[in-house]
């Protein structure tokens, strides 16, 4: 059982048990405009909750990519790496980022739902 | 974001209503509510104008008449001399030159275009500084000249192999015209000021409208299928892949023409020896560029890797340690190289092709190399 939730700057978690799968959502991909460029934390790396984990840059600008929790990074996606454009054309799906191992699965409280974020960026 | 009251200050060119209907996505640019880019999206656009043609609202830079006070249109090109390095006596009648005003140290207050229109110059100068242009214009040529900003005109530029057929539907005139070509034209009818120019590195053309006319010729000229519209940021990646500078980034009051890289721009008349040398503002400074070189150079930087290094990294010498050489000026991803692609300042020493350079990009150092300009071969209609 898969749930998926959301940070307020626009990274989604996929969690099943204590590891986490982050990406960018669409909303994100949609702002940033085409994307030529994606920058991946360490396989290995120990990550602090908001610490910038990763950086995706468009055509125009570099966006860091926060650590939704804290943890360590377990797989990064090579595909994506190869081929940065794959967040324009699958943000939530294909363009995921990293899988983290979550230290505190008590920080998860702290992010938001499917509905709530569409609030969010409504 | 912008809070709503500077939104509503910014202005709006004669396109604005058809930008937004055409989806743009607006952004304030040099005071102006600009379309950064439409729903194609920058990569798009960029590639679009390369292979076929684009259309860019570019009514926000300034257009100025110098009309001499003579008649004689070689007394506004002396007069202009007189603020300019380059030779703008010798522009030929229907034709037009690039150009830059200096200042007292060299360094470069605004670049523009100068026509020669037969009785009188037409200027296009930079949006940001066209104020401070036309001051500067009145400061020193209103003896000599009529100083007109001719705010009532739009203009329209209009890039890209195929634009020469897609402006012939509307002007048969158009094919005949070379790079650089300017001067009054009928297009759809209506009294236009065409030069064949741009600033993209294609073939293509920059047409002054009258305001009120703006929104019908663009949109017979978006009636063509080959025609989209463009937005500042794919303007912005294909100059950067021609190599051309942009005016508070890659030149500025503290750089002049020949650290530039753009001796070329000046002519031998102008030079040391030249039958009108110097009485410029900053001759002395700029001619000794000329005659013993300057101490730093714009050069084009192509990295290795896949991560676009941007303006304000910091050049190096050496893969770690060493304080640095010189500063990215311009840089972002070439859609046309598939590449990242910069330019910026180095010594002088460091500045041939080929030289191994270190860009610091979020504290690591990614190698890039210097390079050839333009990064992509233009296509002028010479």
Known sequence: MTTTLYTSDHEWLAIEGDVATVGITDYAQQQLGDVVFVELPKVGRALKKAEAAAVVESVKAASDVYAPVTGEVLETNAELAAEPALVNSDAQGKAWFFKIKMADRSELGGLMDEAAYKAHTA | ?382
């Open chain 2, 1 to 382: 974001m912008l809070a709503r009251d500077d939104q509503d200050s910014l202005k709006r060119t004669p396109l604005h209503g058809l930008h937004v209907s055409l989806g743009g996505k607006m952004v304030p640019f040099a005071g102006y509510d600009m379309p950064v880019q439409y729903p194609a999206g920058v990569l798009k656009e960029h590639l679009h104008t390369r292979n076929a043609a684009g259309l860019f609202d570019v009514s926000h830079m300034g257009q100025i008449a110098l009309r001499p006070k003579s008649g004689r249109v070689e007394d506004a090109a002396r007069a202009l001399e007189r603020l300019v390095p380059q030779d703008i006596v010798a522009i030929a009648p229907g034709r037009q030159r690039y150009a830059q005003f200096t200042n007292a140290d060299g360094g470069i207050l605004d670049d523009l275009m100068v026509a020669n229109f037969g009785d009188h110059l037409f200027l296009v100068v930079n949006a940001a500084c066209k104020e401070a242009d036309e001051a500067h214009l009145r400061a020193n040529l209103s003896g000599d000249c009529g100083i007109d900003s001719l705010t009532d005109r739009a203009l329209i530029a209009l890039q890209g192999p195929r634009a020469e057929a897609a402006l012939a539907k509307l002007c048969a005139e158009a094919p005949a015209m070379k790079f650089m070509d300017s001067g009054p034209r009928k297009v759809a009818g209506l009294d236009c000021f065409v030069s064949r120019s741009g600033y993209t590195g294609e073939d293509g053309f920059e047409i002054s409208v009258p305001a009120a006319d703006a929104e019908r010729l663009a949109k017979a000229l978006l009636e063509n299928p080959d025609v989209l519209p463009i937005g500042l940021g794919a303007r912005d990646s294909l100059r950067l892949e021609a190599g051309l500078c942009l005016y508070g980034h890659d030149i500025d009051t503290a750089t002049t023409p020949v650290e530039a890289a753009l001796e070329w721009s000046v002519q031998k008349s102008r030079r040391s020896g030249g039958a009108r040398a110097g009485g410029f503002p900053g001759a002395e400074k700029i001619l000794a560029h000329f005659d013993n070189g300057a101490a730093r150079r714009r050069v084009g930087l192509l990295a290795q890797g896949r991560a676009p290094v941007r303006e304000g990294a910091l050049l190096f010498a050496d893969s770690a340690g060493g304080e640095p050489i010189g500063q990215v000026t311009s840089g972002g991803f070439g859609p046309s190289l598939n590449a990242p692609v910069a330019m910026g300042y180095v010594p002088t020493a460091s500045s041939a092709l080929g030289t191994q350079l270190f860009a610091e990009v979020r504290g690591q150092r990614l190698p890039v190399a210097v390079a050839a300009m333009p990064f992509v071969k233009n296509t002028y209609k010479r």
